[in-house]
């Protein structure tokens, strides 16, 4: 059994009249073959070729406004939104509704609408605003009949529904969550790189990390060579802090090499030293 919805249902739908001869009468503000509804919709939904045969009527002299209303399909809407009007309404067996916009030559949109007309049909697209009663059938919204006829939109982005109205986001403004997304899973992966590439490093030249703060390759020394890009400076600070630490180990410890192991971890204040800072140490002569 077909799961019948009781109630109408707001719904609007998007056609555009790409592949139509669009006839058009400047002279008397009159552009004829515009597709209003198909029998498939771009929400997959099926419309029943007699429920647009009843239909037709109810768009005979339809509205016609710019852009769908904001939030509630049925809001009023504003006099300036106003385009023209829909006549001439007929059915097209195996293809749907068409009809002939009648639109305001002064309207701001006009020479626009025209332009596109003549040169790029598929732009003409129309959304109608109507309420409408459904059913489910294997999966698949069958409209059985149109209810009323609430306006005729001139919009430029298709219309879907997930329920009763949502408009259709467009992929550009899915866009910044997306990259936001790629960015943040890009530098997690860089500084999971950075430490393989940083303990390997170490482990090839013998230093065991500690994660201290006294160590010679405790946490000061260890965040230097995370904030290091360079694959060649971090070879460098790896290579020379193995040395000096040897050089540290033959001399027991002495002073000189205590003041060097101080200057490179930080300054007396316990803020790491910079890289640079490090850099500069390890090059100064003895």
């Known amino acids: 059994m077909p ?51 009843r239909a037709a009527p109810l768009y005979e002299g339809a509205r016609v406004n710019v852009n769908h209303p904001a939030g509630d399909p049925l809001a009023p809407r504003d006099y300036r939104d106003r385009l023209g009007v829909i ?29 596109d007309a003549e040169h790029a049909p598929q732009n003409v697209g129309l959304s109608h605003n109507v309420l409408a009663r459904t059913a489910q059938r ?10 009323h006829v609430r306006s005729v939109d001139l919009v430029a982005d298709p219309a879907t529904t997930d329920g009763l109205f949502e408009h259709q986001r467009s992929a550009e403004a899915d866009q910044p969550g997306l990259e936001e997304q790629v960015r943040s899973l890009t530098d997690a992966l860089r500084q999971v790189e950075q430490q393989a590439r940083v303990y390997r490093l170490l482990a090839e030249h013998g230093l065991r990390p500690t994660g201290d703060g006294e160590s010679a390759v405790g946490a000061a020394f260890l965040h230097a060579l995370m904030e290091t890009a360079d694959p060649a400076v971090l070879e460098r600070l790896v290579v ?5 630490l040897q050089e540290a180990a033959r001399d027991s410890f002495g002073p000189m090499t205590l003041a060097r192991e ?22 100064a002569p003895r």
């Not at 020379?240 to 000096?244: F, K, M, P, V």
């Not at 101080?262 to 090059?283: C, E, K, N, W, Y």
């Open 262 to 283: 101080q200057q490179l971890l930080g300054d007396p204040s316990g803020r790491p030293a910079s890289t640079s800072d490090f850099v500069r140490a390890i090059g």
């Open 3 to 53: 799961e019948v919805n009781e109630k109408p249902r707001a719904l609007q739908e998007y056609v555009d009249s790409r592949d139509q001869t669009l006839r058009l009468d400047r002279a008397a503000s009159v552009l004829r073959g515009v597709k209003l509804l198909g029998l498939t919709s771009r929400n997959q939904r099926r419309y029943q070729e007699h429920a647009l045969r």
């Open 138 to 147: 294997e999966g698949q919204t069958i409209v059985e009949a149109i209810e």
């Open 240 to 244: 020379d802090r193995a040395r000096l």
């Open 87 to 115: 006549r001439g309404v007929e059915l097209r067996p195996g293809e749907g509704l068409f009809a002939a916009l009648h639109f305001n030559p002064k309207h701001p949109l006009a020479e626009q609408l025209v332009w």
